[in-house]
């Protein structure tokens, strides 16, 4: 796959650079920035438009992808929106540092309800 990517950008098909910037750029296109008030300001989804499942390691990836291209391309939007994210993920951390299996972006789903309990279960690394 390397070598697929670096026969590509030496025939100028794709340049380094343009594929960070590429990369990097969809991300930004997943993240909702859109209203501050909304809880889930700041996340990133791999889709376009308002979040529906947020994980907090896609987020972390993509946290360091925007950091990766920031540097590379020299572009303080890709850290500031990188710190944007990050900044989501902090609200929506436990308290013992953990996240929940139920990625919503919004408030934990009722726990009064037995059809629920797998969603209040911590991710098994945080078990």
């Known amino acids: 796959m390397t070598a ?3 026969s590509c ?3 100028g098909r794709l ?3 343009g594929k ?34 947020i994980s907090p390691r896609e987020n972390a990836l993509a946290i360091l992808g925007l950091l990766i291209a920031s ?3 020299d572009n303080a939007i890709y850290k500031e929106r990188a710190e944007l994210a990050a900044d989501y993920l902090i609200r929506v951390q436990d308290l013992d540092g953990a996240w929940y299996n139920q990625y919503s972006y919004t408030t934990p789903v009722d726990p009064a309800n037995p059809k629920n309990i797998k969603a209040l279960w911590k ?3 945080h078990a």
């Open 15 to 17: 340049t380094v650079k």
């Open 20 to 53: 960070i910037r590429k990369e990097a750029n969809y991300i930004l296109s997943c993240q909702y920035a859109a209203n501050p008030n909304n809880p889930a300001y700041g996340a990133i989804n791999n889709a376009r438009g308002k979040p529906n499942w």
């Open 123 to 125: 991710s098994p690394t």
């Open 71 to 73: 540097e590379k391309l």
């Open 4 to 6: 697929l990517f670096i």
């Open 9 to 11: 950008c030496r025939k």
